[in-house]
């Protein structure tokens, strides 16, 4: 096989992580949702736990601009609204979403 009919491994092995990694944080915001499904308050500390968590999961920029920007809103809070972090949980589920179809339209 030649290097123009080779399969690029590189951005075979790139693509598969991107999946991976784009499936571990849709499941962590998932499972997030369900634990802060039905709270009206949650403290600022577990808001902060979860957003880290979700930002170690991704190296999206839009995603980490997000979740760094929550963070800094919620700074000086000691109670976050729970309706408040489920919509962050949306924004940056879909901002995962669109990223990664891009990527793959790209990369194809």
Do not use: W
């Amino acid at each position: 096989m030649s290097a123009l009919t080779a399969p690029n491994t590189n951005t075979l092995r790139s693509t598969v992580t991107a999946q991976v990694t784009e499936a571990a944080f849709i499941a962590e915001a998932g499972r997030i949702r369900h634990v802060v499904a039905d709270q009206v308050i949650l403290t600022q500390g577990r808001c902060v736990d979860h957003v880290l968590d979700l930002l170690n999961l991704t190296g999206e920029p839009s995603v980490q601009a997000e979740l760094t920007g929550f963070l800094t809103a919620i700074r000086k809070l000691s109670a976050v609204e729970g309706a408040q972090m489920r919509r962050l949980l949306d924004v940056v589920v879909a901002a995962v979403e669109v990223e990664s179809a891009y990527a793959r339209f790209v990369l194809s």
